[in-house]
């Protein structure tokens, strides 16, 4: 199974950008997103990976990172199989390398506790 994320790019403080995540795979990965809880990650450059945003199976509960609470939204289209993060009011503190992981287990926050994990996606926030 593998998780493709897309979306990243340059824009100016204050703008927007959705990153998209979806599966693929010789599984079923026609259910895979609805059956795994997925979270997005970040890591910058000299600075360790942190937790973004997690949705919890069956398009179930969120939970952000007080860093972008307000600002960002994860939500699930089971249909495209796809975990879209939507990302308002950006920052240059924003800027980062995003990676889109899913889990097995619920309510998952740290990054150890994810399976699969995308190639990643550069988010790049101009002052």
């Known amino acids: 199974v593998q998780l493709q994320a897309s979306g990243g790019g340059l824009v100016q403080s204050g703008g927007s950008l959705r990153l998209s995540c979806a599966a693929s795979?010789?599984?079923?990965?026609?259910?895979?997103?609805?059956?795994?809880?997925v979270g997005w990650f970040r890591q910058a450059p000299g600075k360790e990976r942190e937790f973004v945003a997690t949705?919890?199976?069956?398009?179930?509960?969120?939970y952000y990172a007080d860093s972008v609470k307000g600002r960002f939204t994860i939500s699930r289209d089971s249909g495209k199989n796809t975990v879209y993060l939507q990302m308002n009011s950006l920052k240059p503190e924003d800027t980062a390398v995003y990676y889109c992981?899913?889990?097995?287990?619920?309510?998952?926050?740290?990054?150890?506790?994810?399976?699969?994990w995308g190639q990643g996606t550069l988010v790049t926030v101009s002052s």
């Open positions: 949705i919890g199976r069956s398009g179930g509960s969120t």
């Open positions: 992981a899913a889990s097995t287990r619920d309510g998952v926050v740290a990054a150890r506790g994810y399976d699969y």
């Open positions: 795979g010789r599984t079923r990965s026609s259910y895979m997103m609805r059956d795994y809880t």
